[in-house]
């Protein structure tokens, strides 16, 4: 058996999509790709960047002198090519079994993606969708602003610093850092951005609600 060591003890869990439940980098490495060479820009830069943050935001970091019109036509069309391509999308070892361990504990998803985008890969990879979720369409700023995981601790009712987010991204830490919660980064992308803790997938997180009811509890295996 592996060893395990307790993370910390957590009121809720806040769980970003892409890269921490759900493996959707061919997808975007198509679409952005195609993105870049229309725009005559080098893709492997605009990749960097990409990861976790809604598609105008990275047009406009690629482009900041383009209206924000143009940004924001661009990226629905964006959407719609990634919601149609489900291709190479699964989950992320060890995702549906957090999820079903979460079932009956407060979680929700906090996501860059919109509701369509959202239902579509959650859908592909087979993974339960949470009760509650955070998306594009409820927050006015993109991550790496922490808007997104203050409305999910405050839609499940806790303060941030009782919770525990999981993400994957650069601008998705930066973002849960902001909120003012701990952050267990998820895959190897995570390492490099300053979580609280590393993991390289789902499948070395365990949780477990405390017998009085007060928390959960979230251990690693090694």
């Known amino acids: 058996m592996p060893s395990s060591e ?48 809604q598609g105008h935001v990275t047009m406009a970091e690629v482009f900041p002198d383009r209206p924000a019109e143009v940004n924001y036509a661009e990226n629905a069309a964006l959407l719609a090519q990634e919601t149609a391509d489900t291709e190479g999308i699964v989950p992320v070892p060890g995702a549906a079994a957090l999820l079903a361990s979460l079932a009956d504990l407060p979680h929700a998803l906090v996501t860059s993606a919109d509701i369509g985008l959202a239902d579509a890969r959650m859908t592909a990879a087979g993974l339960r969708m949470p009760q509650v979720r955070i998306t594009a369409e409820n927050v006015s700023a993109s991550k790496p602003d922490p808007e997104g995981f203050l409305k999910g601790a405050a839609e499940l009712g806790f303060s941030p610093a009782d919770c525990l987010a999981l993400e994957d991204s650069g601008a998705g830490i930066a973002a849960a850092l902001a909120a003012g919660m701990a952050v267990l980064g998820v895959g190897e992308r995570a390492a490099q951005y300053g979580p609280t803790a590393y993991v390289p997938d789902l499948a070395r997180v365990g949780v477990e609600a405390l017998p009085d009811g007060s928390g959960i509890r979230v251990s690693l295996s090694r």
Not at 10 to 25: E, H, I, K, P, Q
């Open 6 to 53: 307790v993370l910390g003890v957590y009121r809720a869990l806040l769980l970003d999509m892409d890269g921490t439940l759900v493996n959707s980098d061919a997808v975007v490495e198509r679409v952005w790709r195609r993105w870049a060479a229309e725009n005559g820009v080098d893709a492997d830069e605009v990749l960097r960047i990409a990861h976790g943050r």
